[in-house]
């Protein structure tokens, strides 16, 4: 932890650095110019000719992968995780195979050779810049130690500078922390209007918190972006049709690999090769659940439904062939009949058993919230978290589910996405 004469004379080259790299527009225009001229550089000096017809093509659809690359690249990166070098490549892949099969099915003349050109120039820019700015310096944020601002020393991977006195002059930071509804006296209010004006940035507590943590502490309910205590409803009846949709594909090339894993689990042990278990749903409605059987086919005493709900690590239950399931998340497929039923979702909260969400309920002040939004296949609280069994984990997890809810968006949909390939191919958080 560094005091304010300490972080006084430290140097403003890293912080010019970084914010010039980090700088949106400046960003994508080196991407651009790079795109466009490393590849008309080699074409040049080898001595290859490109028609003027395909010329005008591939400038127009590497610029379109450029540009929409780079906004979807810069929304993902602003949530809390997100590390910028894991989706630089699979989000300009994208962009750029969207613009070859473009021009693939208009049938216009194009050059693989220069697209590939600038696709690989494009992409190292951006590595660059992640490397950069990763050399820089942790983010550097003064603090008004007053109301909850004195415990934001807790959040780490930030270098936290103490302001003791208002008189003194302010130092080089990337913004200031405060306890916007905390009882501040004058001259502290002053400062803070003087920094706001100057172009300081000025954070509420809890805002830091939730981007650097992905959590929503639950004090009270939380509010989307939009001040409602209800997700988007457009987004939420595009994102239905869109998971109803992928749904249908991915069950048409999908089944005959489920029937083979069906096969598998009943050669594998004794029992039905699907388990269904009733869990609760969106707004609150219960509905069975679908998926492939992981344990040992046992009858479950109704008095013993919540202890037979949880899993726990090295559970006997599970089968052999259930733990390679499970670790890859290979069990879960078999919801796609839920999405295509309008009980899911491929991404929300993971919905739990009846007998789990009763006895959570009880405990967990707005633990209902929750099933505002449809339950997913996978969700926010499952790439950060994973599993989880005990009331103290679940309130975390909860946290978590509320910063999806409050954060629904297209966006954080996507990271999701790029997240759970990731824990599918590490097996994070499965028991």
């Known amino acids: 932890m560094m005091n304010v004469s300490q972080a006084a004379n430290l140097g403003k080259a890293t912080i010019s650095r970084k914010s010039i790299i980090g700088n949106s527009l400046i960003q994508v225009s080196v991407a651009l110019v790079l795109a466009f001229s490393v590849p008309t550089a080699l074409f040049w000096l080898s001595g290859w000719i490109l028609l003027e017809d395909a010329r005008i093509n591939v400038y127009i659809g590497i610029a379109a992968a450029v540009i929409v690359g780079h906004y979807f ?25 969207c613009v070859v099969t473009g021009f693939f099915f208009l049938r216009v003349d194009y050059n693989r050779t220069f697209i590939v050109a600038a696709y690989a120039s494009g992409v190292t820019w951006y590595f660059a810049c992640h490397f950069i700015g990763s050399r820089a310096r942790q983010r550097r944020l003064a603090v008004v130690p007053l109301g909850k601002a004195r415990k934001v020393n807790r959040i780490p991977n930030i270098d936290w500078m103490w302001l ?18 905390a009882n501040l006296p004058d001259q502290w209010e002053r400062f803070i209007a003087e920094q706001a004006i100057s172009g300081t940035p000025v954070y509420h507590v809890k805002q830091i918190e939730e981007s650097v943590t992905g959590r929503v502490d639950i004090e009270h309910l939380s509010e989307n972006s939009f001040g409602s205590l209800i997700p988007g409803l ?28 069906a096969l598998a689990v009943k050669l594998d042990s004794p029992g039905p090769a699907f388990f269904w278990q009733r869990r609760v ?81 009880a405990e967990i002040p707005f633990y209902r919230y929750r099933h505002i939004v449809r339950p997913g296949i996978t969700g926010w609280a499952q790439v950060n978290q994973g599993h989880v069994a005990t009331v103290e984990d679940v309130n975390d997890k909860l946290q978590y589910d509320f910063y999806y809810i409050k954060y629904f968006s297209p966006w954080l949909d996507m990271l999701i996405v790029f997240r759970t390939i990731r824990t599918m191919l590490t097996g994070f958080g499965s028991k």
């Open 234 to 261: 457009a987004y939420i009846k595009i994102k239905q049709w869109i998971d109803v949709s992928a749904a249908l594909v991915a069950g048409v090339i999908l089944l005959p690999a489920l029937i083979l894993i």
């Open 281 to 361: 749903g969106y707004r609150a409605y219960p509905f069975p659940i679908f998926k492939f059987r992981t344990m040992h086919h046992r009858p479950v005493e109704s008095h013993d439904a919540r202890h037979s709900a949880i899993t726990r690590d090295g559970d006997d239950r599970i089968t052999g062939l259930g733990r390679f399931l499970r670790r890859s998340r290979i069990d879960e497929l078999p919801q796609i009949l839920n999405i295509l039923r309008g009980e899911m979702s491929w991404i929300g909260p993971r919905p739990e058993a009846c007998a789990l969400s009763e006895w959570y309920e």
């Open 73 to 97: 690249f810069r929304r993902l990166i602003a949530f809390p995780g997100a590390r910028s070098s894991s989706y630089v490549m699979p989000i300009f892949s994208t962009t750029f195979l």
């Open 164 to 181: 003791h006195d208002s008189a003194h002059m302010l130092p080089e930071c990337d913004g200031i922390v405060v306890d916007l509804h």
